[in-house]
Antibody, heavy 119, light 104 residues
Framework: QVQLVESGGGLVKPGGSLRLSCAVS????????MSWIRQAPGKGLEWVSY????????SYADSVEGRFTISRDNAKNSLYLQMNSLRAEDTAVYYC????????????WGQGTLVTVSS | EIVLTQSPATLSLSPGERATLSCRAS??????LAWYQQKPGQAPRLLMY???NRATGIPARFSGSGSGTDFTLTISSLEPEDFAVYYC??????FGQGTKLEIE
């Protein structure tokens, strides 16, 4: 079955960096776009970034542009999010999701990893 | 940037009642609108895509309609497990702010 498992979250100081990973199984990873979505505590969902099948097409939300970098390793069935210059407002649960362009929707989600930015 | 506005923010209903949730886009998104359900402590789950197509395993009591800028998610007869927060999303990026469906 399809599984997405995020890791790498934790507590980091403002201005610090963190790298999130998303390990996937149960489908051909290289056939799908992938996305990161976040949810601040008690708030709604915010799309963060997506990456195309080969990694040649990437987009970011304005709120993270220039600070976050999405990448993927199709040989390792893994998606990444490098987060630099972290701010308190980046505190959130970060979800990876399969971005199914055939239906233009995020059809499978991981359980999320919590990132807390605090001094 | 396209903004999605969901209404109402909170909807209080009883099991067995009909729920109607709205999502309005600031400009046309054609039919590229999806709906998600999120329960406390869980990841969101895809309910509908292309405005009116149910995702795999979603019960028939869920239906979606609309195109352009105005969309509706309808739950024909609420089950206890349907009380959750619902989000709309356009083109796999921008989300609405959510509608909380709570038990009256």
């Amino acid at each position: 079955q399809v599984q997405l498992v995020e890791s790498g979250g934790g507590l980091v100081k403002p201005g610090g960096s963190l790298r999130l990973s998303c390990a996937v199984s149960g489908f051909t990873f290289s056939d799908y776009y992938m996305s990161w979505i976040r949810q601040a505590p008690g708030k709604g969902l915010e799309w963060v970034s997506y990456i195309s099948r080969s990694g040649d097409i990437i987009s970011y939300a304005d709120s993270v542009e220039g600070r976050f970098t999405i990448s993927r390793d199709n040989a390792k069935n893994s998606l990444y999010l490098q987060m630099n210059s972290l701010r308190a407002e980046d505190t959130a649960v970060y979800y990876c999701a399969r971005d199914n362009v055939d239906i233009v929707a995020l059809d499978y989600w991981g359980q999320g990893t919590l990132v807390t930015v605090s001094s | 940037e396209i903004v999605l506005t969901q209404s109402p923010a909170t909807l209080s209903l009883s099991p067995g009642e009909r729920a109607t949730l709205s999502c309005r886009a600031s400009q046309s998104v054609s039919s590229y609108l999806a709906w998600y359900q999120q329960k406390p402590g869980q990841a969101p789950r895809l309910l509908m895509y292309d405005a009116s197509n149910r995702a795999t395993g979603i019960p028939a009591r869920f239906s979606g309609s609309g195109s352009g800028t105005d969309f509706t998610l309808t739950i024909s007869s609420l089950e206890p497990e349907d009380f959750a927060v619902y989000y709309c999303q356009q083109r796999s990026n921008t989300f609405g702010q959510g509608t909380k469906l709570e038990i009256e």
